[in-house]
Structure formats: C-alpha cells, structure tokens
C-alpha cells in the first residue's frame, strides 16, 4: 500500500460570506497498509481532507505526499468510494465495475474475459455470485455498496478512501459490510483510509483512530488500536 505524509495541511474555502477555514495544521503519516478511520463531528473537515488525498482539490497551504512524490491531482493506484453509490442505472453490474478499466484501456476481446473473470471474482468475495448481470434498480442498498466497492478494488488499488461508506445502510447490513471490509483488507493489503461518524466501525475495523475537532478542522486526537492477534 501507499504510505502518505501530509505537512501543516491547510484549506480554506472562498464563499459569498467570507473565508471558511476547513482545515488548519493538519499533519499525519499514514504507514503502507495500515487502515486508519478518521472520526469526528459533522463539518469538521473529513470530506475535505479525503477530496484533498484523492486529489479532486488543492490545499491551500502544506503538502501532501504520498510514495514519496507531492500530489498534484488525481494519483494512479487510488480509489474512492463514497456514501453514495454513484452507480450507472443504465449499466450492468459487471458494467458498472468494468467502467473505471474501460474509460483508462482499450479493452482486446482477451483481456476483457480477464476482466470479467476478475469481475466475478470480487462480486463472489462480497457474496454477490452470479449478480453480474442485474442491474442496480434489482439491487438493496447494500448490495450496491458492495458493487460499488468492487469497481474500485478492480483497480487494484494500493490506496482505498471510503468516505462514510456505509452511512446509508441498515444496521445489519452495516455490520455485514465491516466483515466484508475487513476480509477485503486482508487480502488486497492496501493502504485504507476510511471516513465515518461511527466510533463503532472505527474501532472495529481500523488500526489507528484519528478524531478530529471542528473550527477549523484539525487532529484532536490520535490513537493506535492493538490487535488482539496482528493481522499479517
Ligand atoms: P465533514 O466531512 O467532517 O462533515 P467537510 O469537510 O464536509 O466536513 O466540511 C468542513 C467545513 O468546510 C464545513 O464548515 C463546510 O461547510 C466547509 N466546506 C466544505 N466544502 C466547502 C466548499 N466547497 N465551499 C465552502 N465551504 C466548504
Ligand atoms: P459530509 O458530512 O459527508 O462531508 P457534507 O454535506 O458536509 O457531507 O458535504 C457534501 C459536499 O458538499 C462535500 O463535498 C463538500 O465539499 C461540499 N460542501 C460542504 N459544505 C459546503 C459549503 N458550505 N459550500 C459549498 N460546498 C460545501
């Protein structure tokens, strides 16, 4: 996984009414796969920070590097996953997965049944056999989630951002998905970085908790979870 150094961090937002400080002093290096919850009130900058690591916006002061190289813009190797699912309605499930390859390869007919075989691989690790062919409507809230989080594992990505993925779901559901994740961790070893208002799932699946104050956004708290048994 990617290992991430962020330096005196800083965003403040322009708006019709004044300067919004979203961030201030933010700094934190995240090791190559660790999995790392970051929790803390509504507008305290989560959102932010995580637009700022994939890269879909600039801080305004401090840098960000990630392997190493300072960020500019979107990196190869990073995926998001937000609360909602984002998917296509129009598209398959396996369509739906397959788009992020698609839109950055031109497919041959040989590595698209590789794709596809891959495609059926990840929809079996989240219990979704044979559901390649449905579409969203078909689907619970939690099964699209779960699409949604098997189109950016097929990136393979070595950096996994979650922004409150499982913020619209049942608790059951919730539950299931954190199994899923943690399974999804262990075997794809990159580095997460997963945003929630639960203190539960934090703790529950993450190795490091970092809780952050609000006005402006900074890190209030930083703590390190000692496994039971370490997760090799
Ligand atoms: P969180 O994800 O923790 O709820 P956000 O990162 O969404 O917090 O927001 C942090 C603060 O920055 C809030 O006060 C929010 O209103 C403000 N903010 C976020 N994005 C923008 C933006 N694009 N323009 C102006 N203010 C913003
Ligand atoms: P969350 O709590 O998950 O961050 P928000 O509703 O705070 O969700 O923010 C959703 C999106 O709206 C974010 O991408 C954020 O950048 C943007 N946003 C938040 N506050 C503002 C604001 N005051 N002005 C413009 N955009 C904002």
Not at 103 to 109: A, F, G, P, Q, T
Not at 191 to 206: D, K, P, Y
């Amino acid at each position: 996984g990617k290992t991430i150094a962020i330096q005196n961090v800083e965003k403040k937002f322009e708006t019709r009414t004044g300067v919004v400080q979203a961030l201030s002093k933010v700094s934190l290096n995240i090791e190559s796969s660790s999995f790392v919850s970051v929790v803390g009130p509504s507008g305290c900058g989560k959102s932010t920070l995580m637009n700022l690591l994939a890269g879909l916006d600039q801080p305004t002061g401090g840098t960000i590097e990630m392997d190493g190289s300072t960020m500019n813009g979107p990196q190869s190797g990073n995926a998001v996953v937000f609360q909602k699912d984002l998917l296509l309605e129009w598209r398959t499930v396996q369509g739906n997965i397959l788009l992020p390859y698609e839109l950055e390869n031109r497919l041959n007919r040989k590595q698209l049944a590789e794709q596809k075989r891959k495609t059926n691989e990840l929809l079996s690790m989240v219990g979704l056999d044979g559901f390649g062919d449905k579409y969203p409507f078909e689907l619970s809230g939690g099964m699209k989630q779960r699409v949604s989080i098997c189109r950016a594992l097929i990136q393979n990505p070595s950096l996994l951002m979650m922004d409150e993925p499982f913020g619209a779901l049942d608790a059951l559901t919730r539950e299931q998905m954190m199994y899923d994740l943690l399974k999804i961790y262990t075997k794809y070893k990159c580095t997460i970085i997963f945003i929630t208002h639960s203190i539960e799932e934090a703790v529950f699946l993450s190795d490091r908790v970092i809780v952050m104050s609000p006005r402006p956004g900074s890190i209030l708290k930083d703590i390190s979870i000692q496994l039971e048994r370490p997760r090799s």
